[in-house]
């Protein structure tokens, strides 16, 4: 347990130091969006919400793919005679859901600034968002421990991942669409499956990574 | 057995009786063809992964060489299962009125044929991460974490999202692929469950097949 807190302190030390690559994302979530500024203007909350998630989708492989790729073959090595397999990989998922849920409330926030705002149940619709953000980042999070593995980039990443995930994302539009109308109500079943699969995907992270890190 | 199994299936299926239903008609016997194409999809993945994870166990190349021959007979069956249904949605659900092509966007948002794209993408993407890689241990090793993973993953595609999205396709409530007590009649049960079996007979075999190729290769090449 203390292993992991370092680990993630260690991870956020070394975010503070190296800001540039915090502001990148938010860059590229600001310039997605001002894309889409210019291209529609105030769309349906249909639209709304799909374009929503598709840029979140896009931060998230971004955000997370370097989670990975910044570790050094040395640096891997040094983890590799300190820690267990499975702190370090927990303490890689909760950094990176943690990142991911701070980078969708931002984008969150640039999106009611700039498309409007056509959610009805606010409170519900940000919980949504954080639990969309951290689920996409934990799928994320693996797929970027393989793809670094394999030493690709964040292409491959995308690729391998893509398939995976459309189940949840899915999942998350209808879960979300609810949040639109007045007339609907949150059906609770989804939110129960979406966490299952979060569950999911930490115990095969669990199991599988150690197989990753040897080498 | 698989030849006598297949040949029955075809002389059976295209000969013997079927239950008239409205609609489907005679078409009702590329069941015996579309259906166990899925099934066999399935069965060759989950033989598949299951050779992936007693390669994580025991790191002996021959299984690694396995999982990834079942997935491309997988595939390939999955590709078969796209062309019966097809064929098969062409006469059933495609509307008469307006061209094949322009009703195909409709028919392809069907969450059944979305999660078969899903498989089908996930094990395109498997053969994509092991050419990509060199060194033959790293790749047997990170193909099957990847193969156990979006195995499991896959799940919720096939399992759950036909259960709530709204579809065409046959077996709607419980079971998404067919219910095989309830939907098809006593008669067109006997062949079918031979044909699913034929099928699945004749995908491992060509992947035997393909595996004792694949090892004498590679034993050519070691020497």
């Known amino acids: 347990m203390s292993k992991i807190y370092s680990l993630i302190k260690k991870d956020f030390l070394l975010e503070l130091r190296q800001q540039y690559s915090f502001y990148g994302l938010l860059l590229y979530g600001a310039a997605t969006l001002f894309l889409l500024f210019m291209a529609i203007e105030l769309p349906e909350a249909n639209i709304w919400n799909g374009l929503f998630w598709i840029t979140q989708l896009f931060i998230c492989i971004n955000a997370v793919a370097k989670a990975f790729l910044q570790e050094s073959r040395g640096r891997m090595l040094y983890y590799y005679t300190l820690n267990h397999p499975t702190s370090f990989i927990l303490a890689k998922l909760l950094y990176n859901g943690v990142l991911m849920m701070a980078m969708s409330a931002i984008s969150l926030l640039f999106f009611f600034l700039l498309m409007g705002n056509p959610v009805d149940k606010m409170g519900a619709f940000i919980g949504m968002v954080f639990l969309g953000g951290f689920s996409l980042s934990l799928v994320f999070g693996f797929l970027a421990a393989i793809a670094a593995r394999a030493q690709q980039n964040a292409a491959v990443m995308a690729i391998l991942g893509f398939p995976v995930i459309i189940p949840q994302v899915v999942l998350l539009m209808r879960l979300s669409s609810t949040a639109f109308s007045p007339l609907l109500n949150i059906p609770i079943p989804t939110v129960l499956l979406l966490l299952a699969l979060d569950a999911l995907v930490i115990l095969l992270a669990v199991i599988l990574f150690p197989f990753l890190w040897k080498d | ?223």
């Not at chain 2, 099928?199 to 595996?211: E, F, H, N, P, R």
């Open chain 2, 1 to 223: 057995m698989t030849v006598c199994l297949l040949a029955y299936t075809f002389l059976a299926g295209l000969l013997g009786p079927v239950p008239r239903l409205p609609l489907l008609q005679e078409t009702i016997r590329n069941l015996y063809f579309h259906v166990c194409m899925w099934f066999a999809m399935m069965i060759l993945f989950t033989i598949s992964v299951v050779h992936s994870i007693r390669y994580l166990r025991t790191l002996q190349p021959k299984f690694d060489r396995a999982a990834r021959l079942y997935a491309g007979t997988g595939i390939l069956f999955g590709l078969l299962g796209y062309g019966t249904g097809a064929i098969w949605a062409s006469f059933t659900w495609a509307d008469p009125n307006i061209p094949l092509l322009d009703s195909f966007s409709t028919i392809a948002r069907d969450p059944k044929l979305i999660g078969a794209a899903v498989a089908l993408l996930v094990y395109a993407a498997y053969m994509v991460l092991r050419d990509s890689i060199n060194d033959i241990d790293k790749r047997a090793r990170i193909s099957a974490v990847y193969n156990v993973f979006a195995f499991v993953l896959l799940f919720p595609a096939i399992w759950i999202l036909p259960r709530i999205l709204p579809s065409l396709h046959p077996g709607n409530e419980g079971n998404p692929a067919l219910d095989v007590k309830n939907d098809i009649s006593a008669g067109m049960r006997i062949v079918f469950y031979p044909a699913v079996l034929g099928w699945t007979l004749l995908g491992v075999w060509i992947t035997q097949l393909k595996i004792r190729l694949q090892t004498l290769v590679d034993k050519k090449f070691e020497s």
